[in-house]
């Protein structure tokens, strides 16, 4: 009877849609600044495209031959040289701060992060790594994630976009996320979250984000890494953070049991 | 428009600023603790009563049944896509899938006891700080250094040391296990090519 209803609901959209133009929604203070930064200079974008459009319809109209068979033979006009030389090169600078701005601001690790999550990409599906809450270098919590083969697909979910294992990371809560391959370069992109980030064999590139509501966010490679490179889409879980604790430890303990049982029988 | 520029709007600064009320300074020395073992026997009694059982059980019972979350689909919004199929007989499918649950939680409450009696790892929401010595994106110098003052830090003060397991769970935090692997091995053989 509700579900009936459900689509009426305005529900934040986290994964891409068919026939979209525009962002997903922001789940992250960085896609905010960037929809926002997107928004303000479209603003200025519009406002030369309808100038510019007027000059040449204008030109168009009223030099077309039937009305003006001869020509003007003006090749130089020092004013309006000045003028829409500066102009043109005041516009892009003005666009420029606010654009510095945002992206030196995603850059910066403002505050201490709480957790650590390293996505290891592959040819081709992604492993992270919880690697906090060990105490040995065999122990951390590790899981890979593939995507979920078309023909497997239930209904409701996003083909190419699924996967079996999500990354489950606590809302509202500052993350740094190490971003590696261990093969070809590959990289990691949600566009709910605002990132983008490649992953360089041999290099370990961080991304500190804070995701500021649950939800699922859905992402893809973004790196051409070979052929199944469409196949290997990014799916992060955000929780409550109360609820990550028992997720993690869900998933750790059945490991470290596992090893302290094995131990024993050694 | 003037009121727009009004000096108590925010700045786009305070704007975008998370406000937490769950902030914690992980950097202090006592980081706000998560212990979660949240008893997963009371929880599921308590709830019993409810119908909404099955979120009590959902994260164990993503993987076994997903039959009984129809009904949760509202109440659970993220784990499930898969319950969004509104079948016609619901009611009396939930109703038995309810039962269902029911008794494969008390299964899983057992297991569950079992585990937490054995085992209550306890998690705490803390990493390995930012460090001003590598303010850019490229962390590979970090994990690495880490990794070094860990062992020089053992060689120094004998293995076991209690000051250098903070420098453990740093450098585990930041490398990818494999890169420890490989480092751990030529430690071995004695071709670790970083200060040691
Ligand atoms: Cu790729």
């Not at chain 1, 709910?192 to 984000?209: E, H, T, Y």
């Not at chain 2, 209690?162 to 030529?186: I, T």
């Amino acid at each position: 009877m509700k579900s009936k209803w459900l689509f009426l609901t305005i529900a934040p959209c986290d994964a891409a849609e068919p026939w979209q133009l525009g962002f997903q929604d922001a789940a992250t203070p960085m896609m905010q600044g960037i929809i926002d930064l997107h928004h303000d200079i479209f603003f200025f974008l519009i406002l030369i495209l309808v100038f510019v459009s007027r000059i040449l319809v204008r030109a168009l109209w009223h030099f077309h031959y039937p009305k003006n068979p001869i020509p003007q033979r003006i090749v130089h006009g020092t004013t309006i040289e000045i003028l829409r030389t500066i102009f043109p090169s005041i516009i892009p600078m003005f666009i420029a701060i606010p654009s510095f701005a945002l992206l030196y601001s995603m850059d910066e690790v403002v505050v201490d992060p709480a957790i650590t999550i390293k996505a290891i990409g592959h040819q081709w599906y992604r492993t992270y790594e919880y690697s906090d809450y060990n105490s040995s270098d065999e122990q951390s919590l590790t899981f890979d994630s593939y995507t979920i083969p078309e023909d497997d697909l239930e209904l409701g979910q996003s083909r190419l976009l699924e996967v079996d294992n999500r990354v489950v990371v606590p809302a509202k809560t500052h993350l740094r996320i190490i971003v590696t391959p261990a093969d070809v370069p590959h990289s990691w992109a949600v566009p709910s979250l605002g990132v983008k980030c490649d992953a360089v064999p041999g290099r370990l590139n961080q991304i500190s984000i804070s995701v500021q509501r649950e939800g699922v966010y859905y992402g893809q490679c973004s790196e051409i890494c070979g052929t199944n490179h469409a196949f290997t889409p990014i799916v992060v879980e955000a929780v409550p953070s109360k609820d990550y604790g028992s997720r993690v430890s869900n998933q750790l303990i059945p490991q470290t049991t596992g090893e302290a049982e094995a131990e024993m029988k050694e | 428009m003037a009121e727009a520029a009004s000096p108590n709007s925010p700045s786009l600064a305070e704007q975008y600023f998370v406000k937490e009320k769950e902030e914690k300074t992980d950097a202090g020395p006592k980081p706000t603790e998560f212990k979660e073992v949240e008893n997963p026997k009371e929880a599921a009694t308590q709830e019993a009563a409810v119908e909404k059982t099955v979120e009590a059980v959902d994260e164990k019972a993503v993987e076994e049944t997903p039959t009984a979350s129809e009904e949760s689909s509202e109440a659970t919004p993220p784990a499930e896509e898969q319950s969004t199929d509104p079948t016609s007989d619901a009611p009396e499918v939930s109703s038995d899938a309810v039962t269902e649950q029911s008794s494969g939680n008390t299964e899983e409450e057992n297991v569950g006891d079992q585990v937490s009696a054995q085992e209550t790892p306890e998690i705490k929401l803390e990493t390995a700080p930012a460090d001003f010595r590598f303010p850019t994106t490229n962390q590979s110098r970090h994990c690495f250094t880490r990794y070094v003052e860990y062992h020089r830090c053992v060689a120094a003060k004998g293995d076991g040391a209690p000051e250098c397991d903070k420098f453990a769970k740093y450098y585990r935090s930041l490398c990818p296990g494999e890169w420890v692997d490989r480092w751990n091995e030529q430690r071995e053989n004695g071709t670790f090519p970083g200060p040691l």
